[in-house]
DNA sequence: AGAAAAATTGTCCAATTGGTCAAAAAACTC
DNA sequence: GAGTTTTTTGACCAATTGGACAATTTTTCT
């Protein structure tokens, strides 16, 4: 879907566009784009700045690829939101799909927020298309979910920018979180999904006013 | 509370310490610390580079003063969280001042969200202690509510930072939020209001499970 | 093994960057 | 309005940065 990747590759290339972009995306996340250097990348990586530049003709190359390779990944759990099934369930189980992602890969959480923060100026386009039509269909899901009356009356965008907002920021806020919260990993995000979970049911839920 | 602040300063150097911090939250919001240069400020704001190294002796002391100048306001709004009102109504109030700052204070907030993205340099100190303390006092006072059986048995940790990601959302991601809604911005926060306002009033209420 | 191709690196460069400094200009004081 | 202080700026500098390149080393292929 993102680019032909990967084609005619050698295994050493394969291999060392990997690690490049490991670590690429450590220092991304870290630093954000401006402020990532090749050095800190080279450092990361374990190889030298000409060797990396081999692999990725500029700086803005392993960006763009470590991004795009993650796009893909990112909005899958949207995908997995199927219109047959239990209404709550589906919307649960894309929570808690959102929350595990932070939890297991707040990098790259982190590279995405930098990159919406700071204008989106590679993924823009993708937003603006790929996502706003997946999300489009998905929000006309809820809408019919609502009509048959198996949701509550809830505006679908909203819906979805607040479990977004809600999972991302236990991956984007972790500094913040973990000044006020003194627990261990595992405590805080069994607390988060009970209380995500809490919030969700009551939101979702088609009785009350 | 912050620092002793402008004390004996000369009407020039006020104003000129109030542009130069005014175009720095320009530069400094879109760009980060990193990625935000002098240069950039210079042109922002109309002086010289050297005049601006005048004022502030480096970069990063533009920075300090311009996110600390900010702090106390950030965090206002939660000290106006009342023991003595209606519990849901505090809390929806608290909702919509930070929803509000959000819409007008965009900047400032994508401010703050890049510097604890990227570790929070600069404020950790105060997230872990002054942040810490008055969230500690306020989620005592939601704990009394729930034992009064006023509020819904919730986290009360878990409900600031669901909160703080909702409306922040708004702001920080705003780039997201316009790809996939064409709205007027009005329009928006009208919208967004009257979602988060309903979830906060289905989470909270005391009644049901 | 030996030739060819691929991978790696030391060295270098130009542009950008944060910051200095002395001199000029403007503002203030009496 | 002369003298003093404050403000402003042009010119400059050293460090960092992204990147180029030729030479060397390693791998691959026959």
């Not at 939890?103 to 386009?125: C, D, M, R, V, Y």
């Amino acid at each position: 879907m993102t680019l032909a990747a990967n084609k005619n590759l050698s295994r050493i290339q394969k291999e060392k566009r990997s690690t490049i972009k490991k670590a690429a995306l450590e220092v991304f996340a870290e630093y954000g784009l401006r402020g990532a250097t090749l050095d800190k990348i080279a450092i990361a990586s374990g190889l030298t700045k000409p060797n990396i530049l081999y692999y990725y003709s500029s700086k803005d190359k392993i960006y763009f690829d470590v991004l795009s390779g993650l796009l893909d990944e990112w909005v899958a759990p949207l995908h997995e939101i199927s219109p047959n099934g239990d209404p709550i369930e589906e919307l649960l189980g894309y929570m808690r799909a959102k929350l595990t992602m932070s939890k297991q890969k707040p990098q790259e959480s982190k590279l995405f927020a930098t990159e919406i923060l700071h204008g989106a100026p590679l993924t823009q386009n993708v937003l603006a298309t790929s996502l706003k039509k997946t999300l489009d269909e998905k929000v006309a899901v809820i809408n019919k979910w609502i009509s048959e009356k198996k949701l509550a009356h809830v505006n679908g965008y909203h819906l979805f920018f607040s479990i977004w907002a809600m999972t991302q920021h236990y991956a984007d806020f972790d500094i913040q979180v973990r000044s006020i919260l003194d627990q261990s990993e595992d405590d805080l995000f069994k607390d988060a999904e009970e209380y995500l979970t809490s919030v969700l049911l009551r939101t979702l839920d088609a009785k009350a006013p």
